[in-house]
């Protein structure tokens, strides 16, 4: 039975492999998140990508349930994907220039179950 030995071989070898990838995160591309309330506030948040890039962000905070998040108007120049209870963003790499989406985000934080619009401006970097 020489294939057993093999075989584990490989798998100890693939384990490694996978072990030593790095994983990536979306670079820290909103700085400063204003906490919206879910009272019916609007919030604005300042997105800062390089072209091509894309940016990963959740919007739930620890005290609160996010149950939907909807796309009032999206952005002109990038992509955007909503991911559970945050957003994807992906920046153009042949459009160069600012970008704006809108999010409408319907959940429940400690005070009780509400909205809040969400204004991302986006910069390139």
């Known amino acids: 039975m020489p294939q057993k030995p093999l075989l ?12 030593v990838m790095a994983a990536h995160a979306s670079p820290l591309c909103i700085k400063e998140r204003t906490p919206f309330e879910l009272s019916g506030d609007t919030v604005t ?3 800062t990508i390089q ?19 909807s796309v009032v108007s999206g ?11 945050g957003f994807r963003y992906l920046a153009a790499a042949d459009k160069q220039g600012p970008d704006k989406f809108t999010l409408l985000i319907s959940g429940k934080n400690l005070h009780g179950a509400g909205t809040s619009t969400l204004e991302v401006e986006v910069n390139p970097q």
Do not use: E
């Open 51 to 69: 072209p091509g890039s894309d940016c990963i962000q959740g919007l739930r905070w620890s005290y609160m349930q996010i149950f939907k998040v």
């Open 45 to 47: 948040w300042t997105l």
């Open 75 to 85: 952005p002109s120049r990038g992509q955007l994907t909503v991911v559970g209870s």
């Open 8 to 19: 584990l071989l490989a798998a100890c070898i693939a384990a490694s492999a996978a072990l």
